[in-house]
Structure formats: structure tokens, C-alpha cells
């Protein structure tokens, strides 16, 4: 067995019990000089063995020894062989009863030290149980919501495939020159998607926000987050739009675009 078996197993706590079979003592000794570690949890046995004892060990009464005496009635004429061999006997059931009372403590307080033990394990096993069921539950919430949002992406995808929408592609500016995006536009509906194909990372407290440009006049779209590869549907308060265009702005939005923090711009083909 390994060591956290062999601590398991509560061969330890039979050893400072001296209650172990002479095969099982062999064993433990093996696995005390195998593991040195174990000398101490053994000590620590020990001294609460000892503890135990000193706790529940009473001192007789005082005066119980003179009670004793005067209820003990001595007759000259029988003092003879056979007293001198009953009195022998009452010492030797005496010591028996003492031998008899010891072990039994000892083993009504190994017993204990084991069931503290296992209510202490049990207690553990408790706590991973419970563990593990609220991990089950959170991942069970993880997968349904990655479920719906797969739903609503390949709703939102069947949607801008019809030749309802116009799909607008917005290169990045010379400050972002790797960006990229796309702008799927509803001129009925005013519905209004971006597909994020490949964005700047966004600093603390800011947003990306979604212009329309309808003869010279930005009109906002919305704000977003950094959602890489996701669409995001904006309200787009025009029919008309001659370019559409994100900038970076403050969390919330901007009632007029920051030019020198936009990211990608494109033309709308055919306005």
C-alpha cells in the first residue's frame, strides 16, 4: 500500500494502542523508517493517548482507604493458610479487574481516536461533494448559455445571408492599419450587424462605438466590446448611409465620433 493508504488503514493509531498483530507492527515499523514524516503523527498519537488518560483518570476520595479499613472485620481464629490464600485471590482479581479496566480504556479510546479520524475524512469527502456539484452547476449554465448564443449566431448568420442586407467591409486606419470588420445593413429594418474579424484590443473603460455618415453627419449606431468573431446587432436610426465607421470612445459613447481614435472606415457600395 502507499502512504496515504497505510495512513488510511489506522494501523498507526493500533500501534500506539499496542493492539497490532506482530505481522502489522513489522509493518509499521517498516513504514516509520520508510517515511520519517509518520514518527511524528505517531508522537502527536502518543500525546493524545496520554492526554485522554490524564483527562479522565480520578483520584480516589480522600479517606476512602480508612472507610475501607473499618468495614474489614479481621477474626484471630481463622487467620490459617486458607485466609492468607483468599487474600491472594482478592489481589489477583483486583489486578485483573485493574489490567481489564486499563485495556478496556484503551481500546473505548482507540476506537474514538479512529471514529474522529473518519468523521474528519467523511467530513472532507462532504466538502468535495459539494464541490463538485456546484462546478456541475455552473458548468451545466456555462454550456446552456453557449448553446443559446450558438443558436442566436447561426439565427443572426441565416438573417444577413438574404439579400436583405448590404455587407460593408471597413479596413483599418492608419493607426490601426491590421483592423478589420464588417457591417451587415438592413436599409428596411434599419438592423444593423458587425462581424469582428480582427480588432485592437480595447483599454480600460473604453468601448468601440458604430458610426453611420448620411451626407456629411455622423449618426450613432450603438457601442460594443471586444467579442472576437461574434455579431453584434446595433440600431441604425437612418435609411441612408454613405460610410460607416468605429471609433474608440469612452464606456457609454460619444454624441460625436473621436477621429483620431478610429479604427476601421467603409464606404457603402451603391448609396
Not at 57 to 82: H, N, R, W, Y
Not at 147 to 156: A, D, F, G
Not at 226 to 232: A, H, N, T, Y
Request: net charge negative; charged share 20%; hydrophobic share 45%.
Amino acid at each position: 500500500m502507499n502512504l496515504i493508504e497505510f495512513k488510511d488503514s489506522g494501523l498507526l493509531e493500533l500501534y500506539a494502542l499496542n493492539a497490532c498483530s506482530p505481522e502489522e507492527k513489522l509493518l509499521v515499523e517498516k513504514y516509520l523508517d520508510l517515511y520519517p514524516a509518520l514518527s511524528v503523527e505517531l508522537d502527536d498519537i502518543n500525546a493524545a493517548l496520554e492526554n485522554y488518560a490524564q483527562i479522565y483518570a480520578e483520584t480516589p476520595p480522600i479517606g476512602l482507604d480508612q472507610k475501607i479499613k473499618k468495614q474489614l472485620v479481621f477474626k484471630p481464629e481463622l487467620k490459617s493458610f486458607s485466609n492468607v490464600a483468599a487474600t491472594e485471590v482478592k489481589k489477583n482479581h483486583l489486578n485483573f479487574y485493574r489490567i481489564s479496566l486499563a485495556a478496556s480504556l484503551l481500546v473505548v479510546l482507540g476506537l474514538s481516536i479512529i471514529l474522529f479520524f473518519t468523521q474528519s475524512r467523511l467530513k472532507d469527502t462532504e466538502n468535495q461533494l459539494a464541490i463538485l456539484n456546484q462546478e456541475k452547476v455552473l458548468l451545466s449554465e456555462n454550456v446552456n448559455r453557449t448553446s443559446l448564443e450558438l443558436t442566436n449566431l447561426s439565427q443572426s448568420f441565416k438573417k444577413i445571408s438574404t439579400d436583405d442586407f448590404i455587407q460593408v467591409k471597413l479596413a483599418g486606419t492608419e493607426k490601426f492599419p491590421n483592423a478589420q470588420m464588417k457591417v451587415f445593413w438592413n436599409k428596411a429594418s434599419k438592423e444593423t450587424f458587425i462581424s469582428l474579424i480582427q480588432i485592437p484590443n480595447l483599454p480600460s473603460g473604453k468601448q468601440f462605438q458604430l458610426w453611420a455618415l448620411v451626407n456629411g453627419k455622423p449618426i450613432n449606431a450603438g457601442v460594443f466590446d471586444s467579442l472576437q468573431g461574434i455579431l453584434i446587432l446595433s440600431d441604425v436610426s437612418t435609411t441612408q448611409a454613405d460610410l460607416f465607421a468605429v471609433t474608440i470612445e469612452d464606456k457609454g459613447g460619444s454624441v460625436s465620433p473621436t477621429l483620431s481614435e478610429m479604427v476601421v472606415a467603409g464606404k457603402v457600395i451603391g448609396s
